[in-house]
């Protein structure tokens, strides 16, 4: 793991927060408060475990009013310096932008970005952006942090990105799917322990047989083999 960085974007150190992977290991992500932005070294989004994904989620919603900074012009990669790309995914939930390392050390992205990522927000419609026109004049980019006004933009004229908001129907989504993935990630399947069992000892009782045709060669290869064979076949379930 590398030293933690310093922010892309406010150059303040960021926060190291402790998650899993999908094969249970430790896994850090850095996070600043402050502008609202998560390092991702290289892949590190896509190996969150789906339980990984809620915990985040909340870690984020919880801090979701200390945004102070907005989101730089130019951010430089904390590995390597080198200027990072800025560019958008695209996902079902919408479009969200990217800041990428050119030499593949990883992407910056804000609380938003990761939001709609993982499915719990939803872009809003020019429908619900008039409407909310008509209430708020002015807001701020969850992308970029710069004011917008509402009334006349129905994009950021900065960033370019649409209006995201969170959706109560989407959150509960995606925090069910991720849980449920979770719970199957961290939960062995009873039926496959018990089939390898079964199949384990059809193995052993097929290997006595050979064993003892292979003292009547004085040649124990094979029936050593069928052990072996059937050790295998029941570790590898039991490990899944």
């Known amino acids: 793991m590398n030293s933690h960085p310093h922010c892309p974007s406010c150059s303040l150190p960021m926060q190291a927060h402790a998650f899993v992977n999908h094969r249970g290991l430790s896994l850090e992500l850095d996070i600043c408060w402050p502008c609202q932005g998560i390092w991702f070294d290289h892949r590190e989004s896509l190996q969150l475990s789906p339980g990984s994904v809620n915990d985040l989620f909340r870690l984020l919603h919880a801090h979701r009013n200390e945004m102070r900074h907005p989101v730089a012009d130019v951010m430089r990669c904390p590995r390597c310096v080198s200027r990072l790309d800025k560019g958008f995914d695209l996902v079902r939930s919408g ?39 008509k209430r708020v004049g002015a807001v701020y980019c969850t992308s970029c942090g710069a ?14 990105s ?11 989504r995606a925090l069910q799917n ?11 399947d009873a039926g496959s322990i018990a089939d390898a069992l079964i199949e384990s ?7 006595q047989r050979e064993r003892s ?6 040649d124990e290869s094979e029936a050593a083999d069928l052990l072996v064979a059937g050790l295998g076949l029941l570790w590898g379930a039991l490990s899944r």
């Open 178 to 188: 991720f849980h449920t993935a979770e719970v199957k990630r961290t939960t062995q």
């Open 95 to 133: 479009r969200y932008i990217t800041w990428r390392c050119p030499q593949d050390h990883g992407r910056y992205s804000s609380f938003s970005s990761f939001m709609i990522e993982k499915g719990f927000v939803q872009q809003m419609s020019p429908a619900e952006i008039a409407d909310l026109s």
């Open 201 to 207: 000892e059809r193995l052993n009782a097929r290997a």
């Open 162 to 172: 649409a209006f995201s908001l969170l959706d109560p129907d989407a959150v509960a």
């Open 147 to 160: 004011p917008v006004d509402i009334r006349r933009d129905h994009a950021c004229p900065h960033c370019r």
């Open 213 to 218: 045709l292979a003292r009547a060669r004085g």
